[in-house]
């Protein structure tokens, strides 16, 4: 089993950036497939980012294509998100997720969420 908690979260205005950090306990963190996933008010959660296990491989949404980039510090069982040239539509409260598998809504291990307000 593991244990996620987000932190990073915060108000920003248009054009910023934010760099979100999720920590994960246990000793097998680099087992885990590791992703983001974001809930706006009154729509479903979705996909932001997703990194494998060895961190080689990254996959975005393409909403956030170019501007978001996931990372994962296996040392330090830790999994970030550098969010630039933020958007208002990017407000939502953030979830780290973990899979041995693969991260998808609906399995795995999921944090409490760190909110993200981006201001026009």
């Known amino acids: 089993q593991v244990q996620l908690v987000e932190s990073g979260g915060g108000l920003v205005q248009a054009g910023g950036s934010l760099r979100l950090s999720c920590a994960a306990s246990g000793r097998t963190f680099s087992q885990y497939d590791m992703g983001w996933f974001r809930q706006a008010p009154g729509k479903e959660r979705e996909f932001v980012a997703r990194i494998t296990r060895s961190g080689v491989y990254t996959y975005y949404a393409d909403s956030v294509k170019g501007r978001f980039t996931i990372s994962r510090d296996n040392a330090k069982n830790a999994v970030y998100l550098q969010m630039n040239n933020l958007k208002p539509e990017d407000t939502a409260v953030y979830y780290c997720?973990?899979?041995?598998?693969?991260?998808?809504?609906?399995?795995?291990?999921w944090g409490q969420g760190t909110q993200v307000t981006v201001s026009s």
């Open positions: 997720a973990a899979d041995r598998v693969v991260v998808a809504t609906g399995r795995g291990y």
